[in-house]
């Protein structure tokens, strides 16, 4: 996912001089609790737009696909994020230090069975109204 920033940090880089950059997520909950993500109110990431990249990261991983948040100015560099992938099929072994710009997400280790993968990507809007005669 290219963007205008290096990744995701803990705080808008841009107006906290404190801010700094997470290399890697295997946890979305640790994230969460490592940095404040907005909405676009009052949030320390304006727009909203990183928050959406991390949903989209978060779906993406869930199906198991490592996912890497990127300044696209460093587009160039995305071969290397290839190699590493593709070294990790060959050998089997996985080596984070070797993705060494922007956010990287780990992939689950359990992404859902072909069948079920739609089913992640559908969007969710509506209600579900459960009487006390389905409760029981």
Not at 8 to 21: C, E, G, Q
Request: proline share 4%; hydrophobic share 35%.
């Amino acid at each position: 996912l290219m963007t205008d920033v290096d990744g995701v940090y803990t705080a808008n880089p841009r107006t906290d001089p404190d801010a700094t950059r997470i290399d890697f997520v295997r946890d979305f909950d640790e994230l969460r609790r490592r940095c404040k993500l907005g909405d676009g109110k009052d949030s320390n990431w304006g727009t909203g737009g990183m928050s959406a990249k991390i949903s989209a990261a978060a779906l993406a991983t869930s199906l198991g696909v490592r996912t890497v948040i990127l300044n696209a100015d460093f587009v160039a560099r995305i071969p290397e994020y290839v190699a590493a992938e593709c070294e990790e099929k060959l050998t089997g072994k996985f080596k984070p230090e070797r993705f060494t710009l922007g956010t990287t997400f780990e992939k689950s280790s359990e992404p859902p069975r072909e069948r079920k993968r739609w089913i992640r990507s559908l969007q969710r809007r509506g209600t579900l109204t459960v009487d006390a005669g389905a409760a029981h």
